[in-house]
T-cell receptor, first 114, second 113 residues
Framework: AQSVSQHNHHVILSEAASLELGCNYS??????LFWYVQYPGQHLQLLLK??????LVKGIKGFEAEFIKSKFSFNLRKPSVQWSDTAEYFC????????????FGGGTRLMVKP | ETGVTQSPTHLIKTRGQQVTLRCSSQ?????VSWYQQALGQGPQFIFQ???????GRGNFPPRFSGLQFPNYSSELNVNALELDDSALYLC????????????FGPGTRLTVL
């Protein structure tokens, strides 16, 4: 069965620190990859996505992610976090032949201290 | 704002009861997916409806069922509620041809006592 692993469950950073959140998936076929963010009290929002092409993708709010096929990874990065980045971050995978079904990781709760 | 609404916001039920949750999708979106998000976990796919028919199902028992209507609204029904059904239930609407543009609703928090 396809699974998505996020190894960091809780991350605490100070403002201006750099961020990297890990995401690994187990499916070997064609995949589409996503990072979603859930700010406190708000709905899930798409941060960025990878379907094909350049493995380094840029999203909203200064976030980027790199797809490394050989490592089955899609790590999220941001060079300098802000207090407003405090949220829960979810990596998700969609198999190319699975309609719109998303398999989510367990999430990483990020707290940024001012 | 995603244009996707869900009702009710919160709901409390007791074991064995039945519940219906509702979702109103973005206009024109022919696909709706439902997810269960237990506390401290990522959303888990329940099922997906495309043009009013079930079009994929996750690892959930048959007491979880759904309906999709022509007016872009949909329902999630859960029979014989169990304590473990307590969770946030999310719906997401999209076009079947565009899996990258799923819009999530705010969710319904269900508590089963």
């Amino acid at each position: 069965a396809q699974s998505v692993s996020q190894h960091n469950h809780h991350v605490i950073l100070s403002e201006a620190a750099s961020l990297e959140l890990g995401c690994n998936y187990s499916y070997g076929g064609t995949v589409n990859l996503f990072w979603y963010v859930q700010y406190p009290g708000q709905h899930l929002q798409l941060l960025l996505k990878y379907f094909s092409g350049d493995p380094l993708v840029k999203g909203i709010k200064g976030f980027e992610a790199e797809f490394i096929k050989s490592k089955f990874s899609f790590n999220l990065r941001k060079p300098s976090v802000q207090w407003s980045d405090t949220a829960e971050y979810f990596c998700a995978v969609n198999r190319g032949n699975a309609g719109n079904m998303l398999t989510f990781g367990g999430g990483t709760r990020l707290m940024v201290k001012p | 704002e995603t244009g996707v609404t869900q009702s009710p916001t919160h709901l409390i039920k007791t074991r064995g009861q039945q519940v219906t949750l509702r979702c109103s999708s973005q206009s024109g979106h022919n696909t709706v997916s439902w997810y269960q998000q237990a506390l401290g976990q990522g959303p888990q796919f329940i099922f997906q409806y495309y043009r009013e028919e079930e079009n994929g199902r996750g690892n959930f028992p048959p007491r979880f069922s759904g309906l999709q209507f022509p007016n872009y609204s949909s329902e999630l029904n859960v029979n014989a509620l169990e304590l473990d059904d307590s969770a946030l239930y999310l719906c997401a609407s999209s076009l079947m041809t565009s899996p990258d543009t799923q819009y999530f609703g705010p969710g319904t928090r269900l508590t089963v006592l």
